[in-house]
């Protein structure tokens, strides 16, 4: 059986706060910088992140799809992956841990890279 205490009312409910502590997701800047490095025209076809954590680190993982034209796309696609691991990313309370480019193809006007990058959370 149930029963209810009818002194207990609104006032004497804890009210949730906001989490002062939480960052901004660092997919947006990232896509920006990515798109920076490929030049134009290019386009993300897809970006999705999910959370990642380990003993002592957590973060994102994300899975990027960009695609890169123009008549100019082999040279940019190649410029693009040279140096990628150790190229430098800007991401307010993140750093990137990992990048690679995990798949691509190309057909005759464009060039797609399937790409996955960690970021961590900078404390």
Do not use: Y
Not at 10 to 36: F, H, Y
Not at 48 to 60: I, T
């Amino acid at each position: 059986m149930t029963s209810m205490d009818h002194a207990f009312d609104a006032p004497n409910l804890i009210r949730n706060k906001g989490i002062g502590n939480r960052r901004a997701s660092p997919l947006p800047p990232l896509l920006a910088q990515l798109l920076d490095r490929a030049g134009q025209p290019a386009i993300v076809e897809r970006a999705v992140s999910r959370p990642w954590a380990s003993a002592l680190f957590e973060g994102q993982r994300h899975m990027i799809r960009l695609r890169l034209s123009g008549d100019d796309f082999p040279e940019r696609g190649t410029a693009f992956m040279a140096g990628l691991a150790d190229a430098e990313w800007t991401l307010p309370g993140h750093f990137v841990a990992d990048i690679s480019v995990d798949d691509g193809d190309a057909d005759m006007e464009s060039v797609w890279l399937e790409l996955s990058a960690l970021t961590i959370e900078d404390w």
